[in-house]
């Protein structure tokens, strides 16, 4: 303890009597207990999907050349030989089998879940398909797969009340801060009809800081394997934000997982875009990563490349508005008479710069019109995100 004194004088009856008492006392902060959240590996039902931004790590073809491929799990290797039949299909591909072995276990891939043994007998549940099919050059016709694997288990816990899932993103067998991802509480559901239903979980990259219904805990350690979270509450200055998803053309709403993110926060966070709903975050700035919005029949896709940021102050609220397509963007060429457009220059962007794709509505799709030197023709109605 340290402390700063002064010297005060008190006079009783004629006696001087000299007290020297502390002007400032340094205590220091009471000391916070990590918190350990026990982590369990399992297994991803077969009707719910936990999806990433971005191509997946385990995407990858296979040829006559070169029918192996190796991947590398819990740092062993597993190499991939792809079966290719007699007969292939040009356009959707025929189911074909990939032979997995590692040095102790050998394994088929055929869409179902596998379980490796890693370091320490530690269990890794994969998935893992091939579809064969014919190139469409005329010269070679050479014959190819193409192999997606993707983790079929997860590492779930607790935090308070919260139920969080850590989800492989690279699929190197370990986990790691800034590399994997993380998925927080119930899917979304979708049923297209009353016999068809899907779950989806939108994984959220894993940041140095985490935001659940129980408050706002950094991340000081990540067992390797996936098996212990270690968290400390955060005790800093928080702000609150909430996302109000756009409404389709005939005035449905929209809601599902909108992912947020903050590097100058070092915060990733999900909202469901549904209004009234908000989330404590670290102040920063922060622009949406990826979203899904479903609303009845309709599907709408969001990112937020090329958006400028929401400033996010200390104890304030910001909303984040999403308006809905106000505006297209594209290049246009008169090429034999005709309009060229160029794809990839075309957006279809909101008031926040926010880019839609998808369709908004089927049963009430929207009326396009070209204008040219005051004149407008109707060109039709388009689907559009």
């Not at 971005?54 to 050349?65: A, I, R, S």
């Not at 009340?161 to 989800?167: C, E, F």
């Not at 929209?254 to 989330?279: C, H, M, R, W």
Request: hydrophobic content about 35%; aromatic content about 8%.
């Amino acid at each position: 303890m340290m402390f700063h004194a002064r010297r005060m004088v008190f006079v009783f009856f004629g006696v001087v009597v000299a007290i020297v008492v502390p002007s400032c006392i340094a205590v220091p902060p009471c000391a916070v207990e990590p918190i350990k959240v026990p982590l369990v590996t399992t297994a991803i039902p077969s009707d719910t999907r936990y999806i990433l931004a971005g191509k997946p790590p385990g995407l990858f073809d296979q040829d006559e050349e070169n029918p192996t491929k190796t991947l590398t799990l819990g740092g062993i290797e597993c190499v991939v030989k792809a079966e290719m039949p007699g007969k292939a299909s040009i356009k959707n591909g025929l189911p074909c089998k990939l032979l997995c072995k590692t040095p102790t276990q050998e394994f088929t891939a055929t869409g179902q879940s596998m379980e490796f043994t890693l370091d320490h007998g530690r269990k890794y549940l994969l998935t893992g398909e091939g579809f064969f099919y014919s190139d469409t050059d005329p010269e070679n016709k050479k014959k190819n797969v193409r192999t997606f694997f993707k983790p079929a288990g997860v590492q779930t816990g607790k935090i308070g009340q919260t139920s969080i899932a850590l989800y492989d993103s690279n699929m190197d067998g370990f986990y790691t801060i800034g590399e994997d991802g993380i998925a927080f509480g119930p899917p979304m559901i979708i049923s297209l009809d009353w016999l068809f239903t899907k779950k989806y979980h939108y994984v959220q990259p894993l940041s140095k800081y985490i935001s659940t219904s129980d408050g706002i805990f950094e991340i000081r350690n990540l067992a390797k394997d996936g098996s212990e979270l270690t968290l400390l509450p955060y005790n800093g200055p928080t702000a609150s934000l909430e996302v109000i998803a756009p409404q389709s053309n005939s005035g449905q709403k929209y809601f599902g997982q909108i992912i947020l993110t903050s590097p100058d926060a070092n915060l990733n966070v999900t909202v469901s875009g549904k209004a009234g709903e908000s989330v404590a975050v670290i102040p920063g700035e922060y622009k949406i990563l990826i979203a899904d919005l479903k609303a009845a029949r309709s599907t709408m896709y969001i990112s937020g490349a090329g958006m400028s940021a929401l400033k996010v102050k200390a104890g304030e609220k910001q909303v984040m508005v999403l308006s809905g397509p106000k505006r297209l963007e594209f290049q246009a060429a008169m090429i034999g008479g005709k309009i060229n457009i160029n794809p990839e220059t075309f957006h279809i962007k909101g008031q926040a710069g926010e880019i839609y794709s998808g369709v908004h509505d089927r049963s009430n799709l929207p009326e396009v019109y070209l204008n040219v030197d005051g004149k407008s023709t109707l060109l039709g109605k388009m689907e559009y995100g």
